[in-house]
């Protein structure tokens, strides 16, 4: 039976620019755009306030994550860089130089591994010390547009320019671009966004797209993550506007 889910919150310019990129834990939604700010928002039911404004990054931010045991997030942006937060504070932890076309990247979840996409794979950073630790090939040369690590820290999911979604299953071919996946946190689906404006709910033991939330957003949809806790999920796009949405009943699509 799968899960789906309905919009329940909306904030209109969020950011200056178009938003590329959202995370979400620890009570935050983070949020990273092409104006080369970082925002956090606290989510209250159908309202959506801003918490911490985090600067640094030179160029557009194209990813955010969060780590879900302990309050750190990841930007990386345009500038080359990624910078790891202390999200109670603010403050920035550590600054990696990750080299060119870093647009996804994912933490795991004790906060210890960064994971950043790059062209034809994915390199692994350790988040104290700032060393690569690994580099991984999604066995295409396209471009790795956005990244998710599963909360167990088991399964490395990679949305690529090619349309396919990598390692979380067989690659599905889209008429589109995938630019941002998220697991949920039981980890029976995963939720895309993509250059069309729609939302896709996939089911991780079939492969098959359950659900279309077709014009989600106005423009390019470019980042979604999962509530922690449970129930809800929230994309971002080019519109600059945050969407919210919760689960509704399990059933067919």
């Known amino acids: 039976m799968a899960t789906l889910y309905h919009p329940t919150a909306s904030q209109l310019n969020a950011h200056e620019g178009g938003i590329s990129c959202v995370a979400w834990g620890h009570g935050l939604v983070v949020t990273g755009s092409a104006d080369e700010a970082v925002h956090s928002y606290e989510v209250n ?7 911490h404004t985090l600067t640094g990054h030179e160029l557009g931010v194209t990813a955010v994550a969060v780590a879900a045991d302990v309050a750190v997030a990841a930007s990386a942006a345009l500038d080359s860089r990624i910078r790891v937060w202390n999200l109670d504070t603010g403050s ?14 994912a933490l795991s979840p004790d906060g210890a591994t960064v994971a950043a996409g790059s062209m034809g794979g994915i390199s692994l950073w350790d988040a104290a010390s700032g060393s690569k630790t690994a580099s991984l090939s999604i ?4 471009i790795v ?31 589109s671009w995938v630019l941002g996946a998220a697991f949920s946190a039981d980890g029976s689906h995963v939720v895309t966004c ?17 659900q279309t939330l077709a014009d989600s957003h106005s423009d390019q ?8 806790s449970g129930g809800r999920f929230c994309s971002v796009g080019d519109d600059r506007a945050i969407r919210v949405f919760e689960a509704t009943v399990a059933g067919g699509e």
């Not at 920035?92 to 996804?104: A, K, T």
């Not at 990244?147 to 599905?172: K, N, P, Q, R, W």
């Open 145 to 175: 547009l956005c990244a998710a690590i599963s909360a167990d820290g088991a399964l490395l999911a990679a949305g690529a320019e090619d349309g396919g979604v990598h390692d979380a299953y067989s690659a599905a071919s889209r008429g």
């Open 139 to 142: 066995g295409s040369d396209r």
């Open 221 to 228: 949809a470019w980042g979604v993550a999962f509530d922690p």
């Open 194 to 210: 993509s250059s069309d404006q729609t939302v896709r709910n996939w089911d991780l033991t079939t492969g098959a797209s359950v």
């Open 45 to 51: 039911g159908a309202k959506i306030e801003r918490r």
């Open 92 to 105: 920035l932890n550590l600054e990696i130089d990750c080299g060119p076309m870093s647009y996804g990247v």
